[in-house]
Structures are given as C-alpha cells and as structure tokens.
Nanobody
Framework: QVQLVESGGGLGQAGGSLRLSCAASGIIFSMHTMGWYRQSPGKQRELVAVIISGGNTNYADSVKGRFTISRDNRKNMVFLQMNSLKPEDTAVYYC?????????WGQGTQVTVSS
C-alpha cells in the first residue's frame, strides 16, 4: 500500500519560512520523481517543484529563488524549504510520487501565510 504523508504545514508570516516534509512508503522511492503541488480555493492544482531520482530539480517561476526541494533516498523523504513566504503562497500543498504512468498523492497539508 502506497502512502505519502505530508507534515510541516501551518501558519507562517510574510517574509518568513516553513519546511514541508513528505514521508513515502510502499514504493521504490529512489526510482520515483517526487514533487510538490499546491491548490488554492477556486484554482487548479499547480506544480510547485519536482526532483527526479538523480537529483535534478525544476521549479514554478513563482517560487524560483525562494523554495528549495530536496530528497533523502535513504529515509524515503522529500522536503520543501519555503523561504521569503508571500500571502499568495497560501494553499494546500500536496506531495506527489510519479513513475512512468503511475502517480500517487498525499492527503495534503495546509499552508497559510499572513501579511
């Protein structure tokens, strides 16, 4: 059974930092592309950042230079360090694991940034 469990969300202040974690089980973690997505009320879910098995990363333009995605293949975990937070970063953040045509999602963690 595949499980992706996010943690670390909560309330942050504009200009501040939060760190999200996602613990994966039930998959060969090192083979999967791991990603963070977010969804705000009334908006579609959007890509925030991805990291492939080899460590290369890609970011949405809106978070480049502020957010950093990383992974620990020994612990089956992926992280999202969010710095210089903005109110528009407020959303539910979802962890995703993808391999070929298979995609798994976590339950999401709320991030709220106050101005």
């Amino acid at each position: 059974q595949v499980q992706l469990v996010e943690s670390g969300g909560g309330l942050g202040q504009a200009g501040g930092s939060l760190r999200l974690s996602c613990a994966a089980s039930g998959i060969i973690f090192s083979m999967h592309t791991m990603g963070w997505y977010r969804q705000s009320p009334g908006k579609q879910r959007e890509l925030v950042a991805v990291i492939i098995s080899g460590g290369n990363t890609n970011y949405a333009d809106s978070v480049k230079g502020r957010f950093t995605i990383s992974r620990d293949n020994r612990k089956n975990m992926v992280f999202l360090q969010m710095n210089s937070l903005k109110p528009e970063d407020t959303a539910v953040y979802y962890c995703n694991a993808r391999l070929l045509t298979t995609s798994h999602w976590g339950q999401g963690t709320q991030v709220t940034v106050s101005s």
